[in-house]
Structures are given as C-alpha cells and as structure tokens.
Nanobody, 112 residues
C-alpha cells in the first residue's frame, strides 16, 4: 500500500523549534521529489520548499530547512524561530512527474 505519513506536529511556543518527518511506504521515496506544504483553514495550500533545492517561501526563508537522506526515509522539515503565523497543518508531497502522493498532514500550533 502506497502511503506518505507526516509526524512531529505539536504545540510549541513562539521562538521555539520543531522537526517534522515525512516517511513513505509502498514506493521508493528516493526516486521522488519531496516538497513540504502548509495550509491554514480558509486559505490555499502554501508551498514551503522542496528537497534538493534552496528555494523556500519568503515567509520561512532562513528559518526552515528541508533535508533528506537518499538512502533512508524520512524527509525532514526543521523549523526554527517559529512564529504564531506558522500555525497550520503541514503536508508532505511526493512527485516524480508521473505519480503524486500526499500525506494526511500534521498540525503545528505556535502559541504561548
């Protein structure tokens, strides 16, 4: 069964850090480009960045980092200096140009 699973979401205080993981089963993750997105209720899903590139959304540039190990799962999203406006459901996406998979999302809440 093909599955993409995010984990690591939590409640964190402003200024804190959090690391999210994206793990795959049922397909070879290393063959896919992995991107992270986030979505706030009532707003469009926003792309954060993609593994293998240094292009990040302006809203997270310098604070978030995507890393991956091509040998093993998972792909990570390291989030530092978190702000209340980072509160969202975070999703990972796997795409090889032919197939695309989404995870179910993990909730990140930044609040004091």
């Amino acid at each position: 069964q093909v599955q993409l699973t995010e984990s690591g979401g939590a409640l964190v205080q402003p200024g804190g850090s959090l690391s999210l993981s994206c793990a795959a089963s049922g397909f070879r993750m290393s063959a896919y480009a992995i991107a992270w997105f986030r979505q706030v209720p009532g707003k469009e899903r926003e792309v954060i960045g993609c593994s293998g590139t240094t292009n990040y959304a302006d809203s997270v540039k310098g604070r978030f980092t995507i890393s991956r190990d091509n040998v093993k799962n998972p792909v990570y999203l390291q989030m530092n200096s978190l702000k209340p406006e980072d509160t969202a459901v975070y999703y990972c996406n796997a795409n090889d140009g032919l197939f695309e998979f989404w995870g179910q999302g993990t909730q990140v809440t930044v609040s004091s």
